[in-house]
């Protein structure tokens, strides 16, 4: 997994929705967006049960 889509389709968007506690769409415009919220890291990390890359999501301080 080394995108933010990757990432996505490994879990689900609906499962990632249901466990964040937001909305499909939610899901969907971080996708368009190319990066997930720095926020969400610890929980999809936990849920994909291995590293995520953190390029991924939009941490401050990360050059891209």
Known sequence: M??????IDYLG???V???LGIGL???R???AEGKL???WYHKLETMAGRNLP???FSFKGVKQ
């Open 2 to 7: 080394k995108t933010p889509h990757e990432i």
């Open 13 to 15: 968007a609906e499962t």
């Open 17 to 19: 929705a249901d466990a």
């Open 25 to 27: 769409p939610a899901v």
């Open 29 to 31: 415009v971080r996708l």
């Open 37 to 39: 919220p720095a926020s």
């Open 54 to 56: 953190r390029e991924c």
